[in-house]
């Protein structure tokens, strides 16, 4: 995956690579933790990013809702007030959950974007 382009705006503070790499995720789009963590060139520190949304402003207004553990899932408590809070937010956006998932090959952020840049190109007949 390759990192966003807020790590090199944003230089060494973490916790601004973060909120970056989170602010970039397109709406109807979702990424996870993990992925976050990579993005802003911090491989391996999903739960940091957990922690920098939880204790970021409001005022920020970070879409937090976009962001999902690995599988998929809400990182809240299945019917949570938060959870019901991040599906919502989600279905708005035209991102369904389903049985608590999100379709992550349908709706991930650039899910497959080593197959979209070293995939042999397809001929059109």
Known sequence: MLPCAAMDAHGDDPVQRIRAAVAAIPRGRVASYGEIAARAGLPG???????????????????????????????FPAGS???????????????PMQRGRVALDRHGWERDLDAALWAPPTRRR
Do not use: D, K, Y
């Not at 920098?52 to 962001?67: C, G, I, Q, S, Y």
């Not at 007030?81 to 991102?95: D, I, S, Y």
């Open 45 to 75: 520190r999903a739960r940091l990013v957990g922690r920098v949304l939880r204790e970021a402003p409001a005022a920020l207004r970070l879409p937090w809702h976009r962001v999902l553990r690995a599988g998929g899932v809400t990182a």
């Open 81 to 95: 007030r938060e959870a019901r809070e991040q599906a919502r937010r989600l279905a708005a956006e035209g991102v």
